[in-house]
Protein backbone atom coordinates (compact mmCIF):
# COMPACT_ATOMS: atom_id res chain seq x y z
CA UNK A 1 0.00 0.00 0.00
CA UNK A 2 2.99 2.34 1.03
CA UNK A 3 4.47 1.88 -2.64
CA UNK A 4 1.44 2.62 -4.18
CA UNK A 5 0.72 5.58 -2.22
CA UNK A 6 4.35 6.87 -2.88
CA UNK A 7 3.56 6.09 -6.92
CA UNK A 8 0.70 8.09 -6.26
CA UNK A 9 2.33 11.24 -4.94
CA UNK A 10 5.08 10.73 -7.53
CA UNK A 11 2.71 11.24 -10.11
CA UNK A 12 1.16 14.12 -8.54
CA UNK A 13 4.32 16.26 -8.77
CA UNK A 14 4.96 15.04 -12.27
CA UNK A 15 1.58 16.25 -13.58
CA UNK A 16 2.36 19.60 -11.71
CA UNK A 17 5.59 19.72 -13.35
CA UNK A 18 7.49 19.29 -9.99
CA UNK A 19 10.46 17.85 -10.26
CA UNK A 20 11.68 16.28 -6.75
CA UNK A 21 15.19 16.32 -7.05
CA UNK A 22 15.20 19.87 -8.66
CA UNK A 23 13.15 21.23 -5.70
CA UNK A 24 15.83 19.12 -3.23
CA UNK A 25 18.42 21.07 -5.20
CA UNK A 26 16.16 24.25 -5.07
CA UNK A 27 15.87 24.55 -1.13
CA UNK A 28 19.94 23.55 -0.80
CA UNK A 29 20.69 26.25 -2.26
CA UNK A 30 18.26 28.98 -0.72
CA UNK A 31 19.76 27.67 2.70
CA UNK A 32 23.26 28.03 1.36
CA UNK A 33 22.33 31.70 0.15
CA UNK A 34 20.56 32.19 3.45
CA UNK A 35 23.32 31.01 5.77
CA UNK A 36 25.44 33.37 3.77
CA UNK A 37 23.52 36.37 4.11
CA UNK A 38 23.19 35.40 7.78
CA UNK A 39 26.84 35.01 8.09
CA UNK A 40 28.13 38.04 6.23
CA UNK A 41 25.40 40.65 6.12
CA UNK A 42 23.09 39.82 9.11
CA UNK A 43 26.09 40.62 11.19
CA UNK A 44 27.20 44.05 9.95
CA UNK A 45 23.94 45.30 9.68
CA UNK A 46 23.32 44.55 13.52
CA UNK A 47 27.02 46.09 13.93
CA UNK A 48 26.02 49.35 11.94
CA UNK A 49 22.92 49.49 14.03
CA UNK A 50 25.08 49.21 17.35
CA UNK A 51 27.42 52.15 16.33
CA UNK A 52 24.08 54.12 16.60
CA UNK A 53 22.70 52.78 19.10
CA UNK A 54 25.77 54.16 20.53
CA UNK A 55 25.87 57.63 18.84
CA UNK A 56 22.19 57.66 20.77
CA UNK A 57 23.86 56.86 23.98
CA UNK A 58 26.49 59.36 23.52
CA UNK A 59 24.14 62.24 22.65
CA UNK A 60 21.66 61.51 25.58
CA UNK A 61 24.73 61.80 27.63
CA UNK A 62 25.81 64.78 26.80
CA UNK A 63 22.45 65.93 27.50
CA UNK A 64 22.50 64.47 30.72
CA UNK A 65 25.53 66.20 31.38
CA UNK A 66 24.68 69.44 30.30
CA UNK A 67 21.26 69.01 32.62
CA UNK A 68 24.35 68.40 35.32
CA UNK A 69 26.34 71.52 34.66
CA UNK A 70 22.48 73.14 34.47
CA UNK A 71 22.39 72.02 38.42
CA UNK A 72 25.63 73.12 39.08
CA UNK A 73 24.75 76.61 37.64
CA UNK A 74 21.40 76.39 40.27
CA UNK A 75 23.44 75.78 43.08
CA UNK A 76 26.21 78.05 42.27
CA UNK A 77 23.41 80.82 41.72
CA UNK A 78 21.87 79.96 45.16
CA UNK A 79 25.28 80.56 46.95
CA UNK A 80 25.19 83.97 45.27
CA UNK A 81 22.14 84.53 46.20
CA UNK A 82 22.85 83.85 50.00
CA UNK A 83 26.13 86.44 49.81
CA UNK A 84 24.52 88.87 48.26
CA UNK A 85 21.39 88.64 50.92
CA UNK A 86 24.23 89.82 53.18
CA UNK A 87 25.45 92.49 51.08
CA UNK A 88 21.88 93.68 51.29
CA UNK A 89 18.61 93.85 50.52
CA UNK A 90 19.08 96.16 46.92
CA UNK A 91 21.86 93.55 45.63
CA UNK A 92 19.60 90.64 46.58
CA UNK A 93 17.03 91.72 44.19
CA UNK A 94 19.17 92.55 41.55
CA UNK A 95 21.28 89.09 41.87
CA UNK A 96 17.80 87.18 42.06
CA UNK A 97 16.78 89.01 38.62
CA UNK A 98 20.05 88.48 36.97
CA UNK A 99 20.59 84.63 37.97
CA UNK A 100 16.66 83.49 37.05
CA UNK A 101 17.61 85.47 33.61
CA UNK A 102 20.76 83.37 33.41
CA UNK A 103 18.99 80.17 34.75
CA UNK A 104 16.25 80.17 31.81
CA UNK A 105 18.57 80.99 29.38
CA UNK A 106 20.85 78.12 30.41
CA UNK A 107 17.90 75.81 30.47
CA UNK A 108 16.69 77.13 27.34
CA UNK A 109 20.23 76.64 25.48
CA UNK A 110 20.70 73.34 27.42
CA UNK A 111 17.30 72.15 25.58
CA UNK A 112 17.75 73.52 22.63
CA UNK A 113 21.16 71.78 22.75
CA UNK A 114 19.51 68.17 23.57
CA UNK A 115 17.38 68.32 20.86
CA UNK A 116 20.12 69.30 18.25
CA UNK A 117 21.71 66.33 19.35
CA UNK A 118 18.93 63.75 19.23
CA UNK A 119 17.66 65.74 15.72
CA UNK A 120 21.20 64.90 14.42
CA UNK A 121 21.52 61.56 15.82
CA UNK A 122 18.27 60.95 14.16
CA UNK A 123 18.70 62.30 10.58
CA UNK A 124 22.30 60.43 10.83
CA UNK A 125 20.25 57.05 11.71
CA UNK A 126 18.00 57.43 8.91
CA UNK A 127 20.61 58.11 6.84
CA UNK A 128 22.50 55.42 7.35
CA UNK A 129 19.79 52.69 7.70
CA UNK A 130 18.57 53.93 4.49
CA UNK A 131 21.97 53.97 2.80
CA UNK A 132 22.48 50.08 3.98
CA UNK A 133 18.89 49.22 2.90
CA UNK A 134 20.11 50.36 -0.49
CA UNK A 135 23.38 47.95 0.05
CA UNK A 136 21.43 45.24 1.38
CA UNK A 137 19.15 45.14 -1.51
CA UNK A 138 21.47 45.67 -4.36
CA UNK A 139 23.62 42.35 -2.42
CA UNK A 140 20.54 40.29 -2.80
CA UNK A 141 19.62 41.28 -6.27
CA UNK A 142 23.23 40.46 -7.20
CA UNK A 143 22.75 37.17 -5.69
CA UNK A 144 19.48 36.21 -6.44
CA UNK A 145 20.46 37.11 -10.44
CA UNK A 146 23.57 34.79 -9.97
CA UNK A 147 21.40 31.83 -8.48
CA UNK A 148 18.95 32.36 -11.07
CA UNK A 149 22.00 32.32 -14.15
CA UNK A 150 23.24 29.18 -12.33
CA UNK A 151 19.57 27.44 -11.63
CA UNK A 152 18.44 28.36 -15.81
CA UNK A 153 22.11 26.97 -16.93
CA UNK A 154 20.62 23.85 -15.21
CA UNK A 155 16.87 23.71 -16.59
CA UNK A 156 17.05 25.73 -19.99
CA UNK A 157 18.85 26.09 -23.54
CA UNK A 158 21.29 29.01 -23.96
CA UNK A 159 17.98 30.98 -26.13
CA UNK A 160 15.71 30.46 -22.95
CA UNK A 161 18.82 31.01 -20.19
CA UNK A 162 18.83 34.64 -22.49
CA UNK A 163 15.23 35.17 -22.34
CA UNK A 164 14.91 34.39 -18.52
CA UNK A 165 17.92 36.51 -17.21
CA UNK A 166 16.85 39.39 -19.64
CA UNK A 167 13.12 39.07 -17.82
CA UNK A 168 14.84 38.70 -14.81
CA UNK A 169 16.84 41.83 -14.55
CA UNK A 170 14.09 44.07 -16.17
CA UNK A 171 12.02 43.29 -13.07
CA UNK A 172 14.83 43.57 -11.15
CA UNK A 173 15.24 47.24 -12.61
CA UNK A 174 11.28 48.56 -12.18
CA UNK A 175 11.49 47.15 -8.48
CA UNK A 176 14.80 49.04 -7.46
CA UNK A 177 13.09 51.88 -9.43
Known amino acids: MTDQ???IYMDILENFGVDPILLV???VNFLIIFFILKKFLYKSVLDLLKKRQNKIKEGLEQAE???IRLD???IEEKNILSNAHLQGKKLIEDAKKESLEMM???KFEAKIQATNILHEARLQINSEAKETEKRLASNINAL???LIRRS???LFGKQEQELVMRNVLSKFKKKTN
Open 25 to 27: AQI
Open 104 to 106: QKA
Open 72 to 74: KVV
Open 144 to 146: AIE
Open 5 to 7: NDY
Open 65 to 67: EAR
Open 152 to 154: SSE
